[in-house]
């Protein structure tokens, strides 16, 4: 009986070109357009070997960051949920378009070692039409599996060097935003506009979230902002925190913070 393969090791590479031509070539003495190229590189590295999951991005020749996720068997076991035999195959006479003459292009190359030594390598565009189809299901699963573990620890915490939310009028407390709170008006007015934007929005799916609020500062006072105060769910709260944090940023409110978690 053939013994069934596994999955060793995961490389999956992603770069997005971007071409800007100018024609209106703003250096001295130099003749034809301008062309500036931007590169943009990701990298997913899942390794049974070492247990060790490496997530890396370059935006520039001198700037870029790699984070490292090292779990005893936890790596191993995300692995193993996917089956060597079917992941990121792709049909036999698939073929990936050419590049053509677009200035703004997304590909992916992605290797899937086995523990013979053996390999499928598969690359195109990155979009719905290249991808392979099960490419959804391992980045959500991936995305699970690293949130579980976050990025930022304890010393990113506000909880543990803001005071806590209290009701208060005192200016070295939280104030919390209900009925009755006094705002700066851009500030009343931008968190009416969000709470419109969320009526009637309706929990997608069930979960406990506990914490959920934000923090942030205006004119020198701490304020707390709750579900509550935009009429809608823990959980639309949640899915929507990056809107409301730029919002709040938007209209110069300093030191926003997002403290919440789906269980």
């Known amino acids: 009986m053939r013994k069934k393969r596994i999955?060793?090791?995961?490389?999956?590479?992603?770069?997005?070109?971007?071409?800007?031509?100018?024609?209106?070539?703003?250096?001295?003495?130099?003749?034809?357009?301008?062309?500036?190229?931007?590169?943009?590189?990701?990298?997913?590295?899942?390794?049974?070997?070492?247990?060790v999951v490496t997530i890396s991005r370059k935006m520039a020749e001198e700037c870029g960051l790699t984070l490292k996720y090292h779990s005893a068997e936890a790596v191993s076991d995300f692995?193993?949920?996917f089956d060597a035999k079917t992941l990121f195959a792709m049909d036999a006479d698939f073929k990936a378009a050419d590049d053509g003459d677009s200035q703004d292009i997304r590909k992916y190359k992605v290797t899937v070692l086995f523990d013979d030594g053996s390999e499928r390598k598969v690359s195109g565009?990155?979009?719905?039409?290249?991808?392979?189809?099960?490419?959804?299901?391992f980045i959500d699963s991936l995305t699970e599996f690293l949130n579980f573990y976050?990025?930022?620890?304890?010393?990113?915490?506000?909880?543990l060097y803001?005071?806590?939310?209290?009701?208060?009028?005192?200016?070295?407390?939280l104030i919390v935003i209900q009925d009755g709170t006094v705002l700066p008006n851009a500030v009343g007015e931008a968190l009416q506009t969000l709470a419109?934007?969320?009526?009637?929005?309706?929990?997608e799916q069930e979960y406990e979230v506990d914490d959920v609020y934000f923090?942030?500062?205006?004119?020198?006072?701490?304020?707390?902002?709750?579900?509550?105060?935009?009429?809608?769910?823990?959980?639309?709260?949640?899915?929507?925190?990056?809107?409301?944090?730029?919002?709040?940023?938007?209209?110069?409110?300093?030191?926003?913070?997002?403290?919440?978690?789906?269980?």
């Open 150 to 159: 976050g990025v930022l620890g304890e010393m990113f915490s506000t909880k």
């Open 125 to 137: 565009h990155f979009n719905e039409t290249e991808l392979p189809k099960d490419y959804p299901q």
């Open 162 to 173: 803001v005071p806590q939310a209290v009701e208060s009028d005192e200016d070295d407390g």
């Open 79 to 81: 692995l193993d949920r």
């Open 215 to 263: 923090t942030f500062k205006f004119d020198g006072k701490w304020y707390v902002l709750t579900p509550d105060t935009l009429g809608t769910t823990k959980y639309i709260m949640d899915v929507k925190s990056r809107i409301i944090e730029k919002a709040l940023r938007d209209l110069g409110a300093d030191k926003v913070k997002y403290h919440g978690h789906l269980d």
């Open 7 to 51: 999955i060793q090791k995961i490389t999956f590479n992603f770069k997005h070109t971007v071409t800007i031509v100018r024609e209106d070539n703003p250096i001295p003495n130099q003749e034809g357009p301008m062309i500036i190229r931007w590169d943009n590189k990701e990298k997913i590295v899942i390794d049974r070997q070492t247990e």
């Open 196 to 203: 419109d934007a969320f009526y009637g929005l309706e929990m």
